[in-house]
């Protein structure tokens, strides 16, 4: 509800909108403040335990959270879904025996800060505006923001479980702003669907697809390489392939990405090879404050030099030629168990293909 001085709610939405594409975004869009309509589906997955080790999807305030926004932000009554897109026009991925690739959204700053920056940004207009209050999330809280985006009308959710917007494809980065002023809502118009169409299920390296609209996130690259603590399990080893963080196959076949629009700052049209290809070698011997000045404002910042060497190890190990033997020999000597571990697993394969026998898997 609002009182007398507060902005009108058809003006303060325009300006919002505005703001919101001179901050970059593509797309804005308003919808009601009920909670997800696929929250039966999420319920399904937990329990399942397709969350893996990501516990904190489990927990029992974030799944009452998820039921009812309004123990987010009492009195909400609209969500505010903006996307900012990160599906670069010129992209490199591995294609030699000592490199791995990084996935397309982790080229530039941690999207959780520039997007979040920008949703700060907005949430204060509304919050300025008068007497309303405003909360925003970008992958940083309980919503389920693939699904409010659909219901705003931003696009269609595929088989490969990542929100499509037809006019732009499915590399963007999502973010909900839940607010207690009744903007006007968008109309949701007719979106299409995959129809026939099962690339994505076919790409998955690791079948992490079980049926269409389904994830098993423990066998999911991104989950394995990202998220996963401990060993990767030596069975989907092999399906990591090239992938040193993350995975973009699902997306990459999708027809709807050629659509995909260029991204705007802070994400680059264009970033530099070195961006999304790392050599796996030299990885192999950075230390700790150079992983930092490598990595220090990308998402990978997050999963530490430790289980980047690991990832390194297990992509060399299906990559790899003689040249990675010397430098995973010298893993073997590492505190860690797990990097010893994987070295171990990769010197094994490479060993393998290489049909040798006097190269030892022990340090
Ligand atoms: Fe849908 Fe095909 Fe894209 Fe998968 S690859 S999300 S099935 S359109």
Redesign the pocket.
């Known amino acids: 509800m609002s009182a007398p001085f507060d902005e009108p709610l058809g003006d303060l939405r325009r300006r919002l909108e505005r703001q919101a594409q001179q901050l970059g975004m593509h797309s804005f869009a308003v919808t009601d403040a009920k909670p997800a309509t696929r929250l039966a589906d999420y319920l399904r997955f937990v329990e399942r335990g397709r969350h893996g080790e990501m516990r904190y999807l489990a927990r029992p305030d974030r799944l009452e959270r998820r039921r009812n926004l309004a123990t987010i932000l009492p009195d909400v009554q609209r969500l505010i879904v903006c996307t900012l897109p990160y599906w670069p026009n010129r992209y490199h991925e591995a294609e030699d025996s000592r490199t791995g690739t990084i996935s397309r959204y982790a080229h530039c700053d941690d999207y959780h800060r520039a997007f979040g920056e920008r949703l700060a940004r907005l949430a204060t207009t509304i919050e300025t505006s008068g007497t309303h209050r405003a909360k925003w999330y970008c992958d940083t809280g309980p919503l389920m923001e693939r699904d409010l985006a659909e219901r705003a009308g931003l696009g269609f959710i ?3 479980t ?1 929100l ?1 917007d037809p006019r732009r494809g ?1 590399g963007l980065f999502l973010g909900v702003i839940l607010t207690t002023a009744a903007l006007p809502i968008d109309e949701r118009g007719r979106m299409p ?3 026939s ?5 076919d ?1 998955c390296p690791t079948d992490a697809f079980p049926a ?1 609209y389904e994830l098993d996130a423990r066998r999911c690259v991104s989950y394995l390489t990202i998220e996963l603590k401990g060993d990767i399990p030596l069975a989907l080893r092999p399906g990591v392939k090239h992938w040193l963080y993350g995975c973009d196959d ?2 990459t ?5 050629r659509f995909a629009q260029a991204p705007t700052a802070p994400f680059k049209a264009e970033p530099p090879k070195s961006a999304s290809v790392v050599d796996l070698l030299l990885l192999l011997s950075i230390d700790e404050a150079e992983f930092r000045r490598r990595f220090g404002k990308t998402p990978v910042a997050r999963l530490g030099r430790r289980r980047l060497l690991r990832n390194a190890a297990v992509v060399l190990g299906n990559v790899g030629d003689r040249g990675a033997l010397m430098p995973l020999q010298r893993l073997l000597r590492d505190r860690d168990p797990l990097l010893r571990d994987h070295a171990a697993w990769a010197i094994s394969r490479i060993v393998r293909r290489l049909g040798r026998s006097d190269v030892s898997t022990r340090p």
Do not use: T, Y
């Open positions: 595929g088989k490969n990542l499509i499915s669907n995959c129809g169409c099962r690339r994505c299920l790409a269409p699902c997306q076949v999708c027809p709807w990405n």
